[in-house]
């Protein structure tokens, strides 16, 4: 599995996409589900609904490698693994096959001893961890799903989770676990018992008294479909942790040269549409206009329909998070086409205006959704997408993809009551305070230096041209040669096309400078001086041909022979 570039799909440009490999320390995922009673047969639909979306999205996911294994084990009766390690990419109707079988797990006559789960909950941590080490020695080292050799275990169950934790550190205490990067218990907690002071289903409590030498947390969930496909999304997420990913250099307060840093890692917010395969009708693209049409269907030069968006919803704009909004912005500005008349292009305006200046006089937003196309046939599953329509300062509007539920990645940032030190706000003030301030941005402020890139990059590649000079007895050819050659070349030129040149015979076109205005006045008085004349140009025939000249390493462009 290459990390770096991925073959682009049946919707793509048709050009590599390369990227970083941003994922290089991802560990292999083992899922433990303890189906014990009475919690199995509450929450059996809810964490298989949750797994068989989680797993869909996951193994069409384009890009780097976000999970590179799989293992997944069942408690019940007894201790069972229903799915040994294997790639998520590509693999999802044997996930599939997977989650249907644990699914079909009864939700009674299971074992009822907690002291029995607990022993099978241990080995099932064990034997992961064994099957892992077995896997990661019959595979190849250069192989990317197992570059790194570590395994993070996670536990769902509906017992109470801190004594599912004890059980597991009295159980591992004597173990091998130095493959074992982390282990995550998720307990899920009824709705009926999701009180309003509980933890969110984002919050995660890490115990201080564990003695296995390896982190081990505590998240509750309520038990609903989209608190697990938060849990599982977070696997999607870098999990790396080696080093910080972003340094802000600020400006010293004093007179220190040195700039003041700011260490810190970067989160996904949503995963990008473009790394989904297949196209929606709407959302992956929206860099030009024709990105944005609906692509035109059937023979001609028809032209395509208008694209339907619905207003669904008004929203304020100060609950409108810019983290949720990708792609690139489109503006929309008021229709001028002409094949409308005056009165109604006239009336269309005046509903334009209107509502740019209710928007922004209000403070509003318009949630759009796509209108599905009434051609297509009833029943299809089609993907809508969603857009943000915002008002700016001009007559016109700004049109914004924004991500669906789907794509959600989870992002539980934590919200701080207490203010910082007094230190770090003098620091920072102080730091912000050697700023130009200014009250509007002016993009035409901004340089990236992108002219003087691309000039240089297109300098450094330069095309080999298909013809040589001649050598160095021709340059000093005087101009009555020169014109005998020429006469020459025009006798073989007016020859009948029926006759065939020989296999010796060469076909040379010699190019002569143009006269300037001091050589056209001067040719009465004489021929030129032979310094006067420049190396003539010849061109190669289909007869006979040079070798060509080796390629550099950077020049892989097809050089183009003239006959």
């Not at 009674?108 to 002291?115: L, M, P, R, V």
């Not at 947390?217 to 696997?235: H, R």
């Not at 024709?290 to 968006?309: C, E, H, I, M, Y």
């Amino acid at each position: 599995m290459d990390n770096r570039k991925r073959q682009p799909s049946s919707s793509s440009t048709g050009s590599l996409v390369f990227w970083s490999s941003s994922f290089p320390r991802q560990a292999a995922r083992v899922l433990i589900v303890e189906a014990l009673p009475p919690g199995w047969s509450d929450t059996c639909s809810v964490l298989c609904d949750a797994l068989d979306n989680f797993l869909s999205l996951a193994c069409s996911l384009d890009g780097p490698c976000r999970i590179p294994l799989l293992s997944l084990y069942a408690i019940s009766r007894q201790q069972e693994c229903l799915l040994p390690f294997v790639q998520v990419r590509g693999n999802l109707a044997r996930l599939h096959s997977c989650v249907e079988e644990l699914r079909s797990i009864p939700g009674e006559s299971c074992i009822k001893s907690a002291a029995k789960g607990g022993d099978l909950l241990r080995q099932a941590v064990l034997d992961s961890l064994q099957q892992f080490k077995q896997y990661i020695r019959h595979t190849s080292t250069g192989n990317q799903a197992c570059s790194n050799a570590s395994v993070e275990v996670t536990v769902v169950t509906s017992q109470p989770g801190r004594s599912v934790i004890h059980q597991l550190e009295s159980g591992l205490k004597e173990a091998d676990l130095v493959s074992l990067r982390r282990l995550l218990v998720v307990q899920i907690i009824g709705t009926n018992d999701w009180s309003q002071d509980s933890h969110s289903p984002e919050a995660t409590m890490t115990e201080d008294s564990l003695m296995l030498g390896t982190e081990v947390d505590l998240q509750q969930v309520e038990n609903s479909v989209f608190a697990m496909e938060t849990v599982l999304k977070a696997w999607l997420q870098e999990q790396g942790g080696e080093r910080e990913h972003l340094h802000l250099l600020l400006p010293s307060p004093s007179d220190n040269p040195l700039p003041v840093c700011v260490k810190c890692d970067m989160l996904e917010r949503l995963i990008s549409p473009a790394l989904i395969p297949m196209t929606p009708s709407l959302g992956v693209k929206t860099e030009s206009v024709r990105d944005f049409l609906p692509a035109v269907k059937g023979p001609g030069n028809q032209s395509p329909t208008p694209q339907r968006l619905r207003v669904i919803k008004v929203l304020h704009a100060d609950g409108v998070c810019e983290s949720v909004l990708y792609g690139l912005p489109l503006v929309i500005r008021p229709t001028t086409c002409w094949q409308l008349d005056w009165d109604e292009m006239e009336n269309n305006n005046s509903l334009f205006h209107a509502l740019c200046q209710t928007l922004r006089n209000q403070d509003l937003f318009l949630l759009l959704r796509v209108e599905p196309d009434k051609k297509s046939p009833a029943g299809g599953s089609g993907v809508y997408s969603h857009y943000i329509l915002q008002p700016s300062p001009s007559l016109s509007l700004l049109l914004k993809p924004v991500a669906s539920r789907e794509l959600l990645l989870p992002c539980s940032l934590p919200v701080s009551n207490q203010d910082p030190s007094p230190n770090a706000m003098q620091s920072i003030q102080g730091c912000l305070s050697q700023l130009d301030e200014d009250f509007v941005l002016n993009p035409l402020l901004l340089s990236s230096n992108l002219y003087q890139h691309l000039r240089s990059r297109a300098l450094l590649s330069q095309p080999r041209y298909p013809y040589r000079l001649q050598s160095a007895p021709a340059h000093r050819e005087q101009p009555q040669a020169a014109e005998s050659s020429r006469n020459a070349v025009g006798r073989q030129q007016r020859q009948p096309p029926n006759r065939q040149l020989g296999p010796s015979s060469r076909v040379r076109a010699t190019v002569a400078p143009l006269p300037s205005a001091s050589s056209c006045s001067s040719s009465l008085l004489g021929p030129p001086p032979a310094k006067a004349s420049r190396p003539a140009l010849h061109f190669l025939s289909s007869g006979r041909r040079a070798p060509a000249p080796p390629l550099q390493e950077e020049d892989s462009d097809d050089c183009l022979i003239l006959q």
